[in-house]
């Protein structure tokens, strides 16, 4: 996308060609905004970075940069060295007035990209066991991957959403264990309910429920007859429940994947064959072990247990085969932070299937501290042991839940004020954001009643020029940040850059509204600010889309 920051590299990258000759040097351009106005539009340091290529002093070869600049008057003002040989660069106002055409003549689509060049890549997150409602870790969980998918689809990648369903192995025994124990105490018996089973009071609706369907008929079963029953009943009714939870936080799936099906075609057994066959798989000690320290692990791992049994780690291996074979280029796994220590077994099983180690991508996401009023607090809850996401959305709503977990980096802990959430304030980072959107509405309702309705695509660039005050510039270049922004979403896998945007742009703008008369008396003047209204009000709006939150014209 031909953003501003944009050409301007394309010209420095032009300028520092002829300087490298057949160095064969890469060339890496940097450009920051400086925090003074007075020290230009744009600074880069790619003077300093070339010394050790050209061995020449840095402000030799920033003068030599600025001498070799073509096809520049239409961008730059001037360009000037500071210090060692930093390059602070002035635009002309006329650079800028394009970014508000850009965006009014694309209101929608301002921000899209090709950056991905279709390139299919798998966006896995949640995949929370099927044995307990979701957590608001999950929901943490869910907002970063959904957002993550949403940034890569608009930058580019063709994305499908996939939920991994941990429907095979023991704990979903267990969970069968555990619906049948609560059964039976649910019917009147006296019976004692098995350390390390699922305790949580959502196991007492399970029981109270399946009574109201099946009544007493499985009271005198043994458990070895009726557990297939009970866990395929648990795990049908706890996966219900999450799907509804996912869907009320407007989460979802192109694909839910079972790991019963790579067990139902002997995926696990025929991975560890293939893995064999590569010389990645021996046999010791009884047990059978993946030979992930070939590519950097610190130990290699069991795939097979001495008592025959498969590890997870197996059924990953297998799992991600799978993922490739359907023709992903890449696939971005969101993990829970304690998931750290298996980060490097799974890239090293990704490399012995024969693809690259960025092929696969982890995304660790930190833990969610609640808090009331500051307090930390611990809410009555189904479970007895955490606080579900269910809870959550009931009391805050969906917006202000998604946009508050999105604000942290994933590898940040996140701490979460019920109350703070609830507020209609500057306090809440969501209601500040979509009330700067109803007031851009709001102004157009007005401009509408007033009789000063116009077609924004017709502003000519003698009325943009209007608009030269150092709130508008701020603002405007903000506005150009925006695809850059998204394309750094992208590359790094961060969705919190989006919510630091818009707190950036709203407050700018409120500052701005504050200080000027957007629909004052030079009819001109007004024309021009309405086409930067409108910019503003376009961007928050799609970056709130990107974040799954809603954009309220009235508040």
Request: charged share 25%; hydrophobic share 40%; proline share 4%.
């Amino acid at each position: 996308m031909n953003t501003v920051r944009n050409c301007l590299k394309s010209l420095i990258g032009e300028a520092i060609r002829p300087l490298l000759k057949d160095s064969g040097a890469e060339i890496n351009i940097e450009l920051d905004i400086p925090k003074v106005a007075a020290h230009g539009d744009y600074a880069s340091n790619v003077a300093m970075g070339l010394t050790r290529v050209l061995k020449r002093n840095p402000r030799e070869i920033a003068q030599g940069i600025i001498s070799n600049l073509r096809d520049s008057d239409s961008l730059l003002e001037k360009v000037e060295i500071a210090g060692p040989g930093f390059l602070n660069f002035f635009l002309k106002p006329e650079a800028w007035y394009g970014v508000i055409r850009d965006i009014i003549a694309n209101p929608e689509g301002y921000g899209k990209q090709d950056l991905g060049k279709g390139a299919r890549i798998q966006v896995e997150f949640v995949s929370a066991n099927p044995t307990g409602p979701l957590h608001i870790g999950h929901g943490r969980g869910a907002a970063i991957g959904d957002v993550l998918a949403n940034i890569l689809t608009e930058c580019g990648y063709d994305v499908q959403r996939e939920y991994y369903i941990n429907d095979a192995g023991n704990q979903m025994d267990t969970l069968g264990r555990s619906l049948y124990f609560r059964y039976r105490q649910e019917l009147g018996e006296d019976v004692e309910f098995p350390e390390n089973h699922y305790r949580g009071e959502y196991m007492r609706e399970l029981a109270r429920e399946l009574i109201g369907r099946e009544g007493k008929r499985f009271r005198n079963s043994e458990p070895a007859e009726v557990l297939p029953f009970f866990t395929d009943y648990a795990g049908r009714s706890i996966l219900d429940g999450i799907k509804d939870d996912l869907d009320i936080f407007g989460v979802h799936f192109d694909r839910w994947f079972s790991e019963r099906e790579l067990h139902g075609v002997d995926s696990v057994r025929k991975t560890l064959e293939h893995l064999r066959e590569r010389g990645f798989i021996y046999d010791s000690e009884g047990a059978v072990w993946f030979r992930s320290t070939s590519f950097g692990d610190e130990k290699d791992r069991v795939v097979i247990r001495a008592n025959g049994a498969s590890t997870y780690f197996a059924a990953d291996l297998a799992y991600h085969l799978n993922k490739f074979e359907r023709g992903f280029q890449a696939t971005v796994d969101v993990w829970g932070a304690d998931h750290h220590g298996y980060i490097e077994r799974m890239r090293a099983g990704v490399q012995a299937l024969g693809r690259g180690k960025d092929d696969l991508r982890v995304v660790l996401v930190q833990l969610v501290n609640l808090l009331r009023g500051g307090v930390p607090v611990a809410m009555s809850t189904r479970g007895g042991e955490f606080v579900t996401l269910r809870e959550v959305l009931d009391e805050v709503g969906r917006d202000a839940t998604r946009f508050i977990f999105l604000t942290r980096r994933t590898d940040s802990p996140l701490d979460f004020d019920l109350e703070v959430a609830k507020a209609q304030s500057n306090d809440n980072p969501v209601f500040y954001v979509q009330y700067a959107h109803a007031r851009l509405c709001s102004i157009f309702e007005v401009a509408r009643e007033r009789g000063l309705e116009f077609d924004l695509a017709t502003a000519g660039a003698e009325t943009l020029a209007l608009l030269r005050s150092p709130q508008e510039f701020e603002l405007i270049k903000l506005l150009g940040e925006y695809p850059d922004m998204l394309a750094d979403c992208a590359r790094s896998l961060e969705p919190h850059y989006i919510p630091y945007y818009l707190h950036q742009l709203v407050s700018q703008f409120h500052s701005y509204y504050h200080d000027n008369r957007i629909l004052g008396d030079d009819p001109a003047l007004t024309r021009a600010r309405l086409c930067l209204a409108a910019a503003v009000r376009n961007v928050t709006r799609n970056a709130l889309r990107l974040l799954g939150v809603s954009a309220p014209q009235k508040m």
